[in-house]
């Protein structure tokens, strides 16, 4: 009598972010078949989305097929379909366009943007976590100077050259210092009728300080640098509605054309998914080997998982997290597939914050050193093009990053939709 083979364990992978993407790399070698799911055929580099928000780096730059990246993996498949729900029983992870089986699952769905209980405030303020939005942020930005070359109204060309962004921490600062180098070193000898010099940019923080997550010199620094470039930095000030004509503040109206939502984030719909405990933010509340509660086969990772360091602090979500959380749900995994010991629980190592102003400036905290200025910026530059999937786009963002720090010119201005009204 023939015995059938033993089936491989089946790990389905939602999402193909870091997280997602490192957990598939890593099972590369295991004795199992994979299979990654996403919304998207694309994994995004979230890091330099603001640069493809202000015409820096155009979206092929930042964003590299799921297909491409893992056609060398004959463990893996990808599909394209977004969830719905997810069987727990059965073990299945229903999609609109398919159904798929699962021994093990990993979620890795990222967050999305937060608006504190005023959705509504999305379609006049988008935030930047998708190509999408980058792309519409920076058709914004590209239109309001070209309604404003337009206007023949002072007041509505200085609403049309106002730039306000909601949020100080990291994505906020970056979009400040990037706008306010368009306006004043890209745009100024390509209109005739307005200065592009004169557009104001505005960062609001309902905090005490800009970066509030880096130490308190290195905030400061990032402030002065800021105003040095010309944008006006305002916190301890809340927004309190936003319109497509601008935003209510506590202290009064600020018209502006252009608002950009860097204020917070919540996470996927992942915990609603499995009826799973979360925190405020929505992030599942996971065990230490990164597991649900009571749900062992089942994996939370990156921004979508509530994780806790040795001091009780929570870790972050940045990139080098989530891909720490997925090359140990991989090991996890792995040593199940053999049948040997799984690791112990999982621990981040932090690796440093860094945040770019503007050219040639940058903050970055590594340990117990602090940098700043041009020698972080270098660091920064370093870092970014080395965790950059791919050699072609090594070498494409790095020639784009030279050839602007000489000439200031920026080749992705295109207007490829004209209808938003501002």
Not at 195 to 224: C, H, K, M, W
Not at 271 to 289: E, H, L, M, T
Request: aromatic share 8%.
């Amino acid at each position: 009598m023939d015995v059938a083979e033993p089936r491989r364990p089946r790990v389905v992978i939602v999402g193909a972010g870091f997280g997602g993407l490192t957990v598939a790399t890593k099972l590369a070698k295991a004795d199992v078949d994979v299979t990654v799911l996403d919304r998207h055929n694309y994994h995004c580099f979230q890091p330099l989305l603001y640069q493809v928000a202000t015409a820096e780096l155009s979206p092929a730059d930042i964003a590299w097929p799921i297909r491409h990246v893992l056609r060398r993996q004959k463990n893996a498949r990808v599909l394209l379909g977004a969830v719905q729900s997810i069987d727990l029983e059965n073990r299945q992870v229903i999609a609109d366009t398919t159904t798929v089986p699962y021994d093990e699952l990993v979620l890795a769905t990222g967050v999305t943007h937060s608006y504190f209980g005023h959705d509504e405030w999305e379609k006049s303020a988008p935030g930047l976590k998708r190509v999408e939005d980058a792309t519409i942020i920076r058709r914004r930005m590209l239109i309001a100077f070209e309604r404003a070359e337009l206007a023949e109204d002072p007041a509505e060309r200085e609403r049309l050259l106002t730039f306000a962004i909601v949020g100080a921490g990291p994505t906020g600062v970056e979009l400040a210092g990037a706008i306010i180098e368009v306006a004043r070193h890209v745009m100024p000898n390509e209109f005739r009728h307005i200065d592009p010099r004169t557009s104001r940019v505005i960062l609001i923080e309902a905090g005490p300080r800009v970066l509030p997550a880096f130490p308190e010199n290195l905030s400061q620094y990032t402030r002065d640098s800021l105003e040095r470039m010309g944008v006006e930095v305002m916190t301890n000030t809340r927004v309190t509605n936003c319109d497509d004509s601008g935003v209510d503040l506590e202290g009064g109206r600020l018209e502006a054309a252009t608002v950009i939502w860097a204020a917070g984030v919540v996470a996927s719909e992942a915990g609603r998914w499995i009826g799973a405990q979360c925190d405020g933010a929505g992030r599942v509340i996971v065990n230490k080997d990164l597991s649900v509660p009571g749900r062992p086969e089942v994996f939370v990772i990156g921004d979508t998982a509530s994780v806790k360091r040795d001091d009780g602090s929570p870790v972050p979500g940045v990139a080098p997290a989530a891909k720490q959380m997925g090359a140990y749900v991989a090991d996890v995994i792995a040593s199940r597939a053999r049948g040997a010991v799984p690791p112990r629980a999982f621990r981040y190592h932090h690796q440093g914050d860094i945040a770019t102003i503007g050219r040639r400036s940058a903050v970055l905290k590594l340990g117990f050193m602090n940098l700043t200025g041009l020698i972080a910026w270098l660091f920064w530059c370093v870092a970014h093009i080395y965790f950059l999937i791919g050699a072609r786009n090594r070498i494409a963002v790095a020639f784009k990053w030279v050839w602007d720090f000489a000439t200031f010119q920026r080749g992705a201005r295109l207007i490829t939709d004209q209808r938003d009204q501002i």
